[in-house]
């Protein structure tokens, strides 16, 4: 077994919070066209516009927004008015605002790791929000590289952990999002460690592979200096 060089993080819910800000904004646009529907089927439709324009708009606020603006128009039957328009504009201008909030522990772990090991940030979304998030973090000054990826597959963990360092088997991936950071980590050879958060957007949703030998979870990146020192005894 290859020893473990390389460790990649994901960012949004890992490192920091974000998907509470999408469920706030995704009430705010429920309320805003309640009187054309329960708010139920509100977030279904929106879910559904997501899911159809993940492929065009990718990850991240500006696709969000921009699913929010079609949902609108679906469910008034394109009667929204400009004033509706522009107040989901103007959420998705205060969702590229918000502070960020990285969690209690990050900063400590980072800098008990980052003697021993190569650590990248590893992490789907828009490209100038993610640059902003982890700029006004402070922590990008403990990592190693940055990659902004478009999706996570197992292609993409294994040309990224083969450019930092001596490929996949010698890696680990820590985050948030079993389907996303845990399942095509695995596939492509490295150790995935599930870190979960208590809110999980509908599209990440995937099955935990438990019996994996390559598959950890931890309740917190307080516990990653422990994992690593048990996989290096073995």
């Not at 980072?110 to 490209?127: C, M, N, P, S, W």
């Not at 999002?177 to 809110?199: F, M, N, Q, R, T």
């Amino acid at each position: 077994m290859s020893a473990l060089t390389v460790i990649g993080f994901d960012a949004d819910d890992t490192l920091w919070h974000n998907e509470r800000v999408f469920r706030l904004i995704e009430d705010r646009f429920a309320a805003l066209l309640g009187e054309h529907a329960p708010a139920e089927d509100i977030s279904r439709r929106l879910l559904a516009a997501e899911r159809r324009n993940l492929e065009l708009y990718g990850y991240g606020i500006k696709g969000f927004t921009l699913s929010m603006i079609e949902t609108a128009l679906e469910v008034t039957e394109d009667r929204a008015s400009a004033a509706a328009i522009r107040e989901i504009l103007d959420a998705g201008r205060d969702m590229m605002r918000h502070p960020v909030e990285i969690f209690p522990g990050v900063r400590e772990t980072l800098e008990a790791l980052r003697d021993a090991y190569r650590l990248v940030v590893i992490t789907k979304g828009d490209l100038f929000d993610q640059e902003r998030k982890l700029a006004a973090s402070g922590l990008g000054e403990l990592f190693d590289a940055v990659e902004i990826v478009s999706d996570k597959n197992a292609a993409t963990y294994r040309r990224l952990f083969s450019r930092h360092g001596a490929g996949a088997e010698s890696a680990m991936m820590i985050g948030n999002s079993v389907k996303s950071d845990i399942l095509p980590a695995i596939e492509a050879g490295s150790w995935g460690v599930h870190v979960p958060y208590h809110i999980t957007w509908a599209l990440e949703h995937a099955e935990a592979p438990v019996d994996h030998p390559r598959f950890k979870r931890v309740t917190h990146l307080r516990e990653i200096a422990t994992l690593l020192a048990e996989i290096a005894a073995r």
